[in-house]
């Protein structure tokens, strides 16, 4: 059986009107055939979905969020790349990835 990980690495805090990068690399799945998802959880809230990218390669991105968030990948990197632009109080949070089960 082999191991799948996903693990976030970005900055740990940025200033008000910055801009987020999180970059998810994952292991043991192939990105062209798997979809991962950002998911946010604030401080004492439940789960907030940001966003996705399709096996494809196409995106979807939360209503709410859309004006302000980008997700790109490396499928050669096996890396996943959050952008969020604007960054405000209310956006803090602990980000996440997270692969679709099929």
């Not at 940025?14 to 192939?30: A, D, I």
């Not at 196409?58 to 632009?85: C, E, F, H, P």
Request: net charge positive.
């Amino acid at each position: 059986i082999l191991s799948q990980t996903l693990q976030e690495s970005g900055p740990g805090t940025v200033k008000p009107s910055e801009s987020l990068r999180l970059t998810c690399t994952v292991s043991g799945f192939e990105l062209t055939s798997n979809a991962v998802s950002w998911i946010r959880q604030p401080p004492g809230k439940g789960l907030e979905w940001i966003g996705a990218v399709w096996a494809g390669g196409s995106t979807a991105i939360s209503d709410s969020l859309k004006n302000r968030v980008t997700i790109t990948r490396d499928t050669g990197k096996k890396q996943v790349y959050l952008q969020m632009t604007g960054m405000e109080v209310k956006d803090t949070a602990m980000y996440y990835c997270a692969r679709h089960t099929q």
